[in-house]
């Protein structure tokens, strides 16, 4: 459960700042600390904004006027209750608020589950798809002729990676740059797949959410996602080759390292 700081209570009063910033209506900011002055109170106030949007969207009911008064009289330090007794309030909210994002993540991941098998049972019958044994989809779209990765190389690749919206969720091919890394290292989808090619290869990649991020959050990437993705093989290399050079770039591969630590 996520705990309320005193820290957090210090946050919050310092947002009254922007209250008190909105009741000057428009008053001309001429020098360097007005409008620095300025800033930290609209940016504490987009953060309140942000914390109260995303309450209600889970379903809470938040009395704006009410955290506006707690604003204030916390500037003022006139706080009608101590901080022991805010934190134990605070500390019951959250636990409400964990509960409902916990339910609302199953319940999307179950729409996501429902969405995803059938997108995978009308994709099959698409011409060219191979299934495997664990429920992997690929075709071919360009078939290479050089060097197959074995699981425990190195390789580079570009891709592109999209929900079954059609949502795209990244694109090295925009950032123009292939990413590299440990085979071993990615999703099971990706450590299935891409042994299948060979280097010059570009593949369709249609994986389950349980070869992916199964009931995991990531990024854009909503649980219980099926994923499709377009790989073109670049290069393979064996564990050691050049080894100084490997790195990591982009959302993607942070994202698509393996299943336990995101994509």
Request: hydrophobic residues 35%.
């Amino acid at each position: 459960m996520t705990k309320i700081t005193k820290t957090s209570l210090a946050v919050v009063a310092g947002l009254s700042l922007f209250i008190s910033a909105s009741s000057m209506a428009n008053t001309p900011l001429n020098t360097e600390v007005q409008k620095e002055s300025y800033s930290i109170g609209a940016s504490l106030g987009k953060y309140l904004s942000s914390q109260i949007y995303s309450q209600t969207e889970l379903g809470a009911e938040v009395d704006v006027e009410r955290v506006i008064e707690g604003v204030v009289d916390a500037l003022q330090n006139k706080t009608q209750y101590s901080d022991e007794e805010i934190l134990t309030y605070l500390n019951q909210r959250a636990e409400q608020l964990n509960a409902a994002k916990e339910a609302a993540n199953e319940r999307i991941a179950l729409e996501n589950m429902t969405a995803g098998s059938s997108y995978l049972a009308n994709n099959k019958k698409q011409a060219g798809v191979i299934v495997t044994d664990s429920g992997l989809q690929y075709q071919v779209v360009v078939e290479g002729e050089g060097r197959k990765p074995n699981p425990e190389d190195v390789v580079t690749v570009h891709y592109k990676g999209y929900l079954i919206d059609g949502t795209e969720f990244d694109n090295s091919y925009e950032r123009d740059e292939p990413n590299r890394f440990a085979l071993m290292s990615v999703i099971e989808g990706w450590q299935e797949g891409i042994p299948l090619m060979n280097e010059g290869a570009t593949y369709k990649f249609t994986i389950p959410s349980e070869l992916a991020y199964s009931t995991k959050q990531v990024g854009i990437i909503p649980p219980s996602s099926t994923l499709v993705f377009e790989v073109e093989l670049v290069k393979v290399e064996a564990p050691g080759e050049n080894a100084h050079g490997m790195g990591l770039s982009g959302m993607g591969m942070g994202g698509m390292m393996g299943s336990g630590s995101g994509h």
